[in-house]
């Protein structure tokens, strides 16, 4: 099937080192995308496979054009990955999923029909997980942190299968490894977020990705989140406040050694007293982060954009 019209539906497959995967996926997804119905696009990104991926791909582009196929120069990262996919993609509705098979191609009409339903994002929710013990119990105590942190209510937040209007896509930026928050950083701008139960597969082909060291990064990345979403534009309200904390309770150590020392009690090798001066110092430079993030912070309000819901004109 070749689409002449513009797609309606874009497919982003990020990949890296998915050689064995990729011609079954493809099929897959086509077959979905046929039986839909409506004009499609599959839009694969290599980011920087160094196995025979891009060789595959060459192949079904020839074979399909409704393919598109990105390669990175180097392995830059799922976020990269599907930055350039949201970048390139011509559809209205966005489709990710992941090349490794476990997410099934044929849950992407029950995504859809939630987007028809006037929602902007829809995240997946692996609800019968088919990995490993220990991936299952992190990724269920890192749901929950993120729930309770961010008061995003869905359960697989780093799910690979997800629909997107375009609105999203162009609006949320995504870098580092901020993939697996996307639908925060959603939250934050005031879109519908909702959520569909999915199955999933184990693994067919190749090895996970998944590591002790991705872990501690998901929860650095989500401080980053809390960060950008409550204090970019008020970054007073965080470091300063932590500042006048931190030197108000200096400020009282220092104070009762001084009344001590003026009852002729010696203070000088005391290690209180380094420590009041340390709080209070530290004091002062967290306060003076916030100022200076605070100028910065008004210098970029007239260039900021705002997301509009409707224009009526």
Not at 186 to 195: H, W
Not at 287 to 313: C, H, P, T, V, W
Request: with cysteine; charged share 25%; aromatic share 12%.
């Amino acid at each position: 099937m070749i689409t002449e019209n513009k797609p309606e539906i874009s497919i982003v497959v990020p990949l890296f080192n998915e050689k064995d995967s990729l011609k079954e996926l493809h099929k897959k997804i086509s077959d979905v995308m046929i039986k839909n119905g409506e004009p499609y696009e599959i839009i694969f990104i290599d980011d920087g496979s160094t196995d025979d991926s891009f060789e595959y791909l060459k192949k079904i582009y020839e074979d399909d054009k409704n393919v598109r196929v990105f390669r990175l120069q180097r392995n830059y990262g799922k976020s990269a990955a599907l930055s350039t996919g949201f970048k390139n993609a011509k559809g209205e509705v966005i489709i990710t999923i992941d090349a490794d098979l476990q997410d099934d191609p044929e849950e992407i009409p029950n995504l859809l029909k939630k987007i028809n339903d006037g929602y902007d994002l829809v995240s997946g929710w692996k609800m019968d997980r088919k990995d490993p013990f220990i991936k299952i119990v992190s990724s269920k105590f890192f749901n929950f942190i993120t729930r309770l942190l961010t008061g995003l209510k869905i359960h697989d937040i780093n799910c690979g299968l997800k629909a997107y209007r375009r609105k999203v896509t162009e609006n949320i930026k995504v870098y580092g490894e901020l993939h697996r928050y996307i639908p925060a950083l959603a939250k934050v701008e005031g879109f519908k977020i909702d959520e569909v139960k999915v199955r999933h597969h184990p693994r067919k082909y190749g090895k996970s990705k998944y590591g002790v060291t991705r872990f501690f990064k998901g929860f650095t990345d989500l401080l980053t989140v809390l960060y950008i979403s409550r204090f970019t534009t008020r970054p007073m309200h965080l470091f300063g406040l932590a500042g006048l904390i931190f030197f108000i309770i200096g400020f009282i150590i220092n104070l009762l050694l001084t009344i001590w020392w003026f009852k002729g009690q010696g203070i000088g090798n005391r290690p209180l007293f380094f420590l009041g001066i340390l709080l209070m110092i530290f004091g002062i430079q967290l306060f003076s982060i916030g100022l200076l993030g605070e100028m910065i912070a008004n210098i970029r309000k007239n260039d900021e954009n705002y997301i509009f819901k409707d224009i009526l004109q």
